[in-house]
């Protein structure tokens, strides 16, 4: 291990970076805290390879390490309840949503033409050929958008094949991916923005992405699987609704549930929950957890 300066507090960011934080630690001094983000002995169950090779992996330092670390966190109170029971933890980890800085945009009402807008990384996991093969089943005011980087090769090709197939009736643009800075102002110009989880493990059932705020900060109206975490953000908020399974029917049925009238309510709330569901909140969260592994080295941060 190369030498590095004493710290009082290790971060730990996701499971492959855990041991090396506790080494340092025996070596350094200092705490621990371990950002498990996800779930992560769960995280891409539905990948075979994934599967048979990396998640022993991934279960093995996690049994051996977590224990070990001073602070937990993760991304949503579900995956958080989790962790604690998987791993008998005496203190359940705390929450910090995975939440953008703030944003401010301005309403824009529904068009002509409703644009729903997935926008991540493009690949398998995602119900991307579900959410394809349900726009027969649209209506014809919308079109769909499909924006970011390939997760596996071969795969967007694999989407193109879908559309070619089922010839649908309404736009379907495969987008390429915009800079990361870049991703919310682009976002906002869509009117719905949708994610769909297949319900196969603990990860997905509690599930809080990233790209549900990043909606929400670019204004948009939300349609989400009805997995617990992501619920009771439409149920707070009401800004949305929800897809009630990962199938082209169930998906069609949601996004056919949003008229002009309410996608404009929900897209109203989304600006307006943005005003405490931004990092400038959320990091306070953050910084407590800091504070109580390592009080002196946050002693000046306010």
Not at 173 to 193: L, N, R, S
Request: hydrophobic share 45%.
């Amino acid at each position: 291990m190369a030498d590095v300066g004493a710290a009082d507090l290790w971060i730990a960011n996701d499971w492959d970076m855990l041991p090396i934080a506790l080494a340092l630690k025996a070596k350094k001094g200092g705490k621990v805290l371990y950002d498990s983000h996800e779930y992560a002995v769960e995280q891409f169950v539905g990948n075979a390879g994934w599967r048979h090779f990396k998640q022993p992996l991934v279960k093995a330092v996690e049994r051996d390490c977590i224990r070990k670390a001073d602070a937990v966190s993760s991304v949503s109170p579900g995956l958080c309840s989790a962790l604690q029971v998987r791993y008998g933890l005496a203190r359940t980890p705390t929450c910090i949503r995975n939440i953008p800085q703030y944003q401010k945009f301005e309403f824009r009402p529904c068009g002509q033409n409703i644009t729903v807008l997935y926008q991540g990384v493009v690949g398998p996991g995602r119900a991307l050929e579900e959410i394809i093969i349900s726009t027969p089943l649209w209506r014809n005011d919308y079109r769909l958008v499909i924006r970011g980087p390939e997760g596996t090769t071969g795969y967007i090709d694999r989407l193109k094949n879908i559309i070619d197939t089922i010839r649908p009736v309404i736009e379907i643009e495969i987008a390429p991916p915009v800079p990361f800075d870049e991703m919310i102002a682009k976002a906002h110009e869509a009117d719905i923005g949708i994610m769909a989880l297949p319900d196969w493990s603990i990860h997905n059932q509690y599930a809080l992405p990233n790209k549900v705020f990043e909606y929400m900060m670019a204004g948009l109206a939300l349609c989400v699987s009805n997995h617990a975490d992501m619920a009771n953000i439409l149920a707070y908020y009401r800004n949305g609704t929800l897809i009630e399974a990962c199938t082209p029917a169930s998906i069609a049925n949601a996004v056919n549930s949003m008229d002009a009238e309410k996608i404009d309510a929900s897209k109203h709330a989304s600006l307006q929950a943005t005003q405490t569901l931004n990092w400038e909140v959320e990091q306070a969260a953050f910084l407590a957890i800091c504070r109580l592994c390592a009080p002196e080295c946050l002693a000046t941060v306010r």
